[in-house]
C-alpha cells in the first residue's frame, strides 16, 4: 500500500514552540502532500513537495523528502493555538497512479 | 473551502431511503473525488472522475452510485444504506490527477 503513515499519531506543545511530524511511506512517489483537518471538517491543503525535491517552505511551514528512506517531516514553527489539528501526509503514487492515499494522521495540540 | 461546496452539510437517514449528495467546484479543476471518512479509519478514496469519465472505483459497494454531469458537479446517489455507512463524505477536486486537491467541508451522514 502506499499509504502514508504519520508518526506520532498525537503531539502536544506549548504555543510558541515547534512541531515536527513525520511519514514513511512503501513505494515509489509522483509527490508527497500534507493537508490539515480541523475536527469534523474538509482537509486543507498546505504544500506539496515533488520527488526530485528535497525541501520546500511556505510560510511557518518546511517540509523535507527523503525518498531514499522514503520518509518526509513537516516542521511547524512557533506554532499557534490556531495550528491545533490533525496533519495528514499522502504520497501520490508514481507511473500513472496518480492515487492519493492517507493515513490516520498526527493529532497537533497547540496549549495557549 | 469556498472553491468546493457540498450539500447537506448533515445528512440523518433511514436504512430504506434515497438520498443524494451533491458537490460543485468553482475552480475550473477537471478531476473530482468522493472520499469517505470513517471514525477512526484513514480517509478512503471511493471513486475519481478525470475530464467527466469515471476513472477509479474503489471497489465501493453498488448501494452508492455516483454522476459526474459536467466537470463542475458530482453526486453520490444513496439507497438501501446500513448503518456502518455512517461517516463524514467529503468531496474533493484537483485542476489534473497528480496536482493538489481541494475539499469541500463534507456532509456528515448517519443512516439509522
Known amino acids: 500500500s502506499q499509504q502514508g503513515e504519520e508518526d506520532p499519531q498525537a503531539l502536544s506543545i506549548q504555543e510558541g514552540e515547534n512541531a515536527t511530524m513525520n511519514c514513511s511511506y512503501k513505494t515509489s512517489i509522483n509527490n508527497l502532500q500534507w493537508y490539515r483537518q480541523n475536527s469534523g471538517r474538509g482537509l486543507v491543503h498546505l504544500i506539496l513537495i515533488r520527488s526530485n525535491e528535497r525541501e520546500k517552505h511556505s510560510g511557518r511551514l518546511r517540509v523535507t523528502l527523503d525518498t531514499s528512506k522514503k520518509s518526509s517531516s513537516l516542521l511547524i514553527t512557533a506554532s499557534r493555538a490556531a495550528d491545533t489539528a490533525s496533519y495528514f501526509c499522502a504520497p501520490l503514487g508514481g507511473g500513472s497512479n496518480y492515487k492519493l492515499t492517507f493515513g490516520k494522521g498526527t493529532l497537533l495540540t497547540v496549549n495557549p | 473551502e469556498t472553491g468546493v461546496t457540498q450539500t447537506p452539510r448533515h445528512l440523518v437517514m433511514g436504512m430504506t431511503n434515497k438520498k443524494s449528495l451533491k458537490c460543485e467546484q468553482h475552480?475550473?479543476?477537471?478531476?473530482m473525488y468522493w472520499y469517505k471518512q470513517s471514525a477512526k479509519k484513514p480517509l478512503e478514496l471511493m471513486f475519481v472522475?478525470?475530464?467527466?469519465?469515471?476513472?477509479e472505483n474503489n471497489s465501493v459497494p453498488s448501494r452508492f452510485s455516483p454522476e459526474c454531469p459536467n466537470s463542475s458537479h458530482l453526486f453520490l446517489h444513496l439507497h438501501t444504506l446500513q448503518p456502518e455507512d455512517s461517516a463524514l463524505y467529503l468531496c474533493?477536486?484537483?485542476?489534473?490527477?497528480?496536482?493538489?486537491?481541494?475539499f469541500g467541508p463534507g456532509t456528515r451522514l448517519t443512516v439509522t
Open positions: 472522475y478525470n475530464f467527466k469519465e469515471q476513472t
Open positions: 474533493a477536486s484537483s485542476q489534473r490527477r497528480p496536482t493538489e486537491q481541494y
Open positions: 475552480l475550473g479543476h477537471n478531476a
